[in-house]
Nanobody
């Protein structure tokens, strides 16, 4: 079993910053990539940031230059620094990971989601 545990959501004012963390635990052989999706009310879940174990990153256009994703391979953890937040960034943020488990198969795992609310 593999679990992803997220932390760091909350209420922040427009223009403010917030940091999200996600740590994977369990029967992990290796992690290929990790990232973050978000889902705003009434909208579909969409990818906002992705990072490989080698450190290659991709961002959605809507967050480029404001959000920064990083990975700590030793801790099986991924982080998302959210800066210059806007009300439209309000959403539930979900961590995911492509993990190879001990049977050598690779699966996608998801965190439970953490709510980020940007409001004055």
């Amino acid at each position: 079993q593999v679990q992803l545990l997220e932390s760091g959501g909350g209420l922040v004012q427009p223009g403010g910053s917030l940091g999200l963390s996600c740590a994977a635990s369990g029967s992990i052989f290796s992690i290929r990539a990790m990232g973050w999706y978000r889902q705003a009310p009434g909208k579909e879940r969409g990818l906002i940031a992705h990072i490989t174990s080698g450190g290659s990153t991709n961002y959605a256009d809507s967050v480029k230059g404001r959000f920064t994703i990083s990975i700590d391979n030793a801790k099986n953890a991924v982080y998302l620094q959210l800066n210059s937040l806007k009300p439209e960034d309000t959403a539930v943020y979900y961590c995911y990971a492509d993990i190879t488990v001990w049977d050598k198969n690779t699966y996608a795992y998801w965190g439970q989601g953490t709510l980020v609310t940007v409001s004055s």
